[in-house]
Nanobody
Framework: RVQLVESGGGSVQAGESLRLSCAPSGFPDSIFCLAWFRQVPGNEREGIAA????????YYLGTVKGRFTISRDNAKNTVYLQLNSLKPEDSAMYYC?????????????????????WGQGTQVSVSS
């Protein structure tokens, strides 16, 4: 198992930005698919971005593409999610997730069932 620690959430005004971080521990090379999900109470977790470690190829949910950017710093073994132009509807708990069985995020990266390891989440709240 890998331990995932998220940070960077907070309360902001609409239009502002946040940068979330996810630091996997226990796997120094992190050669596996990492993804970001978000969840609001009463709803299922929604896959919003994922990144393949071999080539840093990103995947995005259509509604966040162009506003959110996923990236990874291999030297720091950290994955980031840059949230720009935030909207009130982006308010949610954001989770980092890992699929240790695959070095690529290709395929159904947006399905929560694919991932076995999850962080505790970091809250993002956007007010209008």
């Amino acid at each position: 198992r890998v331990q995932l620690v998220e940070s960077g959430g907070g309360s902001v005004q609409a239009g502002e930005s946040l940068r979330l971080s996810c630091a996997p521990s226990g796997f120094p090379d992190s050669i596996f698919c990492l993804a970001w999900f978000r969840q609001v109470p009463g709803n299922e977790r929604e896959g919003i971005a994922a990144i393949t470690p071999a080539d840093n190829f990103p995947y995005y949910l259509g509604t966040v593409k162009g506003r959110f950017t996923i990236s990874r710093d291999n030297a720091k073994n950290t994955v980031y999610l840059q949230l720009n132009s935030l909207k009130p509807e982006d308010s949610a708990m954001y989770y980092c997730a890992a699929d240790l069985t695959s070095a690529s995020c290709a395929g159904i990266w947006w399905r929560a069932a694919r991932y076995n390891d999850w962080g505790q989440g970091t809250q993002v709240s956007v007010s209008s």
